[in-house]
């Protein structure tokens, strides 16, 4: 019976010394967490072995972090997984959404973005780029004819009108002196002609009888002007002044014209066909809805595919200037010992509750061994 309790105690003493020796063991890698001393002198084993050894544990963790877990090819392998690209084209696609049946003002999201009074800024700009452009064409142009400054087909194609322009005329001129008005115009011209000769004229008026003078000239102008010999007259005049205007410099044509006037036109019609400040003041959803098959079916997708590759691409540089292991270094070194402590604790509670009662064990067990060895000796 002195042998099951001899061998009972030394396990129990054993598992006792295993268990506390593992539990001191376990809180000196934290405490104490400052060193202490006995007047000059420094306890040893004072701090704890990782308030001791933090900076070094910094430097470590941070090496390993940014050189076997937060690498360059892990990130692009997570980039490269299609369930995250899904994922992340899914979202941008309902962020478009949002935006593409947005009620909010075109210059209202102008003014959320810090761009104050964008319609007159807008208009300003414009303004400038007519400016510049005026001055820059007409600097070019200036010294060229007409001929040499116009494409080809441009000039072959006015030339080809112009049988059309004649006809235009002696048709427009046929209409007219068919007309009333023309009729009236005839009269008065020729009653003004015949009060100009007097008595001859009264003669000539004799002469008619009872038909006037308009009566016999507005016919034979309309047969003027519907002859086909006048057509090929005013064709052949036309031809003749469209050969010398395309010889004309551009500066003696806009010798004609005042530069201040010419740009101002300019500026007004551009204005009235952009009207600004009516595109600014439609909503969103106007200009992004004929568009959003297109936004969500083809511009996301293309965008994350060359993004993605983009990114990639520049991932080891991104990565070397972020300089990963000082980020961790640092932000380690910045935690204190006690949330040091907690972090660990957390993790692995349970692994060093399980490493205190291996060390009991392994005590008692040792205990138990000893026990049977003294008592075998001492038989």
Known sequence: MNTFWLILFMGLIGA????????????????????RYVGKF??????GLIPKRKPELARQ????????????????????????????????????????????????????????????????????????????IK?????????????????????????DVSAYILQKGIDYFSSEEGRYRVKKMTDDFLGEWGKFGSM?????????????????????????????LLDTILKNEWSKVIEWKWSQLLEQFSDEKAVRKIKKFVA??????????????TYAKPFEEKITKTIIPDFMNKGIVKVAEQIPAIMKKLKIAEIVRKQIE???TERLEMIVLDIAHRELKMITLLGAILGGFIGILQAIIVMAFSA
């Open 334 to 336: 910045t935690f204190s």
């Open 61 to 136: 963790v941070g090496k390993i972090v940014d050189e076997h877990l937060l690498t360059p090819e892990s990130i692009e392998q997570k980039l490269n997984e299609p369930e995250f690209r899904n994922e992340i084209e899914t979202v941008l696609q309902e962020k478009a959404k949002k935006w593409i049946y947005s009620d909010l003002i075109v210059n209202d999201l102008l003014e959320k973005m810090h761009f104050s009074k964008a319609g007159m800024k807008i208009e300003e700009k414009v303004n400038q780029w007519i400016d510049q452009k005026y001055s820059t």
């Open 204 to 232: 000539i008026q004799m002469v008619l009888g009872n038909t006037s003078l308009e009566d016999k000239i507005r016919p034979e102008i309309i047969k003027f002007l519907t002859s086909p010999g006048t057509k090929d």
């Open 272 to 285: 009235g066909q952009l009207d600004i400040q009516a595109v600014l003041n439609e909503p969103i959803a």
């Open 139 to 163: 600097d070019f142009y200036v010294d060229q004819t007409i001929k040499e400054s116009l494409p080809v087909e441009w000039l072959d194609r006015a030339e080809k009108k112009i049988p």
């Open 42 to 47: 420094r306890i040893p084993f004072t701090p």
């Open 16 to 35: 006792l010394i295993g268990g506390v020796t593992n539990a001191v063991a376990i809180r000196m890698l934290f405490r104490p967490h400052e060193a």
